[in-house]
Structures are given as structure tokens and as C-alpha cells.
């Protein structure tokens, strides 16, 4: 398998990698001699501000979403992870509308403005509900097909929106790659090094869990955040920005019922059977897709290796060097940008 690798300078803050400085340039006014050379911009620069988050019925839920650029551009569609938000793709989103695409980046369900239509809707954190929540918001915004990009929880809900429904996908990019799996492949133990990393899904496991996550949710999900990326030096204010999406009345709902669900100790939805079957024989994508891996990612994650045969169509997986962890569109967006760019002229 080719890796191709990818640079990325970093000073506090991650700055932006070689090969994406003419889109940066744009964007911050970077000289033609910077463009040149390795563009490593000011670790004290403003995150860009994404716009008002905006509201529209979709399936189960009200969904919060950010849209940026014009309606008639080509989509991408932006999926965060846990214990993460919108924000994770601020500086990825307008370099993408600089390069002529409408961004959609939506709250996943618990999160941020995203609420359930009905109090009698099941909080359900099952993967394949989440990728249904995807598809409920193409539909809702008569977006006939986009390309899917995301990483964690995000990473997982492209993944399965590529295999159940590829013709809505142009193209994946996929942090961490190939993560579908089902409550039959969560039952076998892992090796215990393996184990030790999924602490906080046995933590889960319990009502105390339960209730010490309900009762600490930021600060667990900080300690989240240092563990899965244990060289991105995030601020407090920058924290504080996507920790508001967890105040969220389902969010802690949501995160329970889903390692739950992984585990076999939480029931799905029987709507959901006939796809849980089908993600259960692990089945290939077939779609344009580059996979991608941070060279510090501290939280586990499957080695390129052991998914490269799970993509069957134009592929290429990309190693993002330079203390690069698990919220890789947030420490190196421009190199998340350039996959996005780059994905759809694969085929």
C-alpha cells in the first residue's frame, strides 16, 4: 500500500501544510515566497468564525447546520466526532468555499442545536442512526449528492453512508479509515494493550458512568481531547467553543446509548436491522475515498494496513506527520482540504 506522507509545521497551534499554501494565500495573504516554500502562518492567528447555525426539520430531528457558499456549488458534507463539534472544521470551511464548494457541517444528534422532534423518539446512538440522520439532511436540503468527509464518530457515519447509499456520495475522506463495524465484531476481546484504550466504553458500561459523565461532561471530554491528541496545545477558549455543543439535553444520551449499543448491552431500532445486517458482513467501498492518519493520534484507531482491502475503488491513504492527533481537521486543515480537493480526481 502507498503512503503518501504529509509535513505539517506546527508552533502552538497546528499551521498549515506545504502543498496547500496557494489555497491558504488566498485566504491570509501569504507572499509568493511563502507559497514557494514550506507556508507555516502565525500560531496566534484568529479562527475564522463560522457562521450563524441555521435550523431545518430533518427526519427525527431538528438539525443545527452551518451552509456556507452558494447553492448551485458542489457539496461537502462535514461530520464531526466525539467528544467534538462543529467547530472542528472552522478553518477547514472557508477554505473550501474559497475553492468553489458549499459547505454543510451539521450537529450530529445530542449535539449543539440539534434537538429530537418528539420527546417519544428513542435517544439512539447507534452508528447507522446517525449516517440515517445524514442522508434525512441531503434530503431536507434537496442536496441530490455530496462528497462525505469527517473523522470519529463522523468518520464512521461517512464510511457508512458511502456503503449503504452510494450513489448520495461522490467521494469519501475518512480519518482513521474503514471504522464499520457491529455488535457481533464489539463482543470479541481485544488484546489487552487493545482493551486499555477503550476505558472510557467499559466506564460507560456502568450507571456510574453514566452519571459521572452527566455530572463532568466537560471535563471529561477535555481529558478526551489531551489523550487523543496528546501534542495539539488547544486553549481554553477553543475548548470552551465546542464545549457549549455538549450542553446539548440529549448529548448525554446519545454517548451512552452508543457505546452501549457497541457493546451489545443496548437495544437498537428494528428499522435499522436490515442495514445493521448488511454493515455486519463488512462490505467494501467501492466510492472515491482517501483515507488519512495523524502521526500522534492517541486514540485507537486500526492501522492502514488491516483496511486497505475494504476500499475498492480509486484510493489512496495519507499520513499527516508533525504531532498530528485524533481532531486532524482542526490541527492540520489544510491538509484535511487538500483530500477533499483532491478525492474527487482520483477516479
Request: glycine content about 8%.
Amino acid at each position: 500500500m502507498t503512503i503518501v506522507p504529509i509535513d505539517v509545521a506546527h508552533t502552538g497551534r497546528r499551521n498549515f501544510v506545504t502543498g496547500a499554501a496557494t489555497i491558504a494565500a488566498a485566504l491570509f495573504g501569504v507572499s509568493a515566497e511563502a507559497r514557494a516554500s514550506n507556508l507555516v502562518l502565525p500560531a496566534d492567528r484568529p479562527t475564522p468564525a463560522l457562521p450563524g447555525v441555521k435550523q431545518i426539520d430533518a427526519g427525527d430531528l431538528s438539525v443545527g447546520y452551518v451552509d456556507m457558499g452558494a447553492k448551485s456549488w458542489p457539496v461537502v458534507l462535514l461530520l464531526h466526532g466525539w467528544p467534538y463539534d462543529i467547530h472542528s472544521f472552522a478553518e477547514v470551511a472557508p477554505l473550501l468555499v474559497a475553492k468553489g464548494y458549499r459547505v454543510i457541517i451539521p450537529h450530529l444528534r445530542g449535539y449543539g442545536t440539534t434537538v429530537f422532534r418528539s420527546s417519544d423518539t428513542l435517544r439512539n446512538g447507534q452508528p447507522t442512526a446517525l449516517a440515517s440522520d445524514g442522508l434525512a439532511l441531503m434530503d431536507a436540503l434537496d442536496i441530490k449528492q455530496a462528497i462525505v468527509a469527517g473523522f470519529d464518530w463522523g468518520a464512521r457515519t461517512a464510511d457508512i453512508m458511502a456503503v449503504l447509499w452510494p450513489e448520495r456520495c461522490k467521494a469519501l475522506v475518512s480519518v482513521s479509515g474503514y471504522l464499520i463495524g457491529s455488535q457481533a465484531a464489539g463482543a470479541k476481546p481485544l488484546p489487552p494493550e487493545q482493551e486499555l484504550q477503550w476505558w472510557y466504553q467499559f466506564y460507560f458500561a456502568t450507571e456510574r458512568g453514566k452519571a459521572g459523565y452527566a455530572a463532568n461532561t466537560n471535563a471529561f471530554n477535555r481529558q478526551i481531547w489531551k489523550l487523543a491528541s496528546p501534542e495539539w496545545m488547544f486553549d481554553g477558549p477553543t475548548f470552551d467553543r465546542s464545549a457549549a455543543s455538549f450542553a446539548n439535553p440529549d448529548h448525554v444520551a446519545i454517548v451512552i446509548h452508543n457505546y452501549r449499543w457497541r457493546l451489545g448491552l443496548a437495544e437498537g431500532e428494528t428499522r435499522f436491522d436490515a442495514a445493521e445486517a448488511k454493515l455486519a458482513a463488512v462490505p467494501t467501498v467501492s466510492i472515491p475515498t482517501i483515507t488519512m492518519e495523524g502521526d500522534a493520534n492517541g486514540a485507537p484507531h486500526p492501522a492502514p494496513k488491516l483496511y486497505r482491502a475494504k476500499f475498492t475503488g480509486p484510493y489512496e491513504h495519507r499520513l499527516v506527520t508533525g504531532g498530528v492527533g485524533h481532531n486532524l481537521p482542526q490541527e492540520a486543515p489544510a491538509a484535511f482540504v487538500r483530500a477533499i480537493l483532491d478525492v474527487e480526481r482520483l477516479a
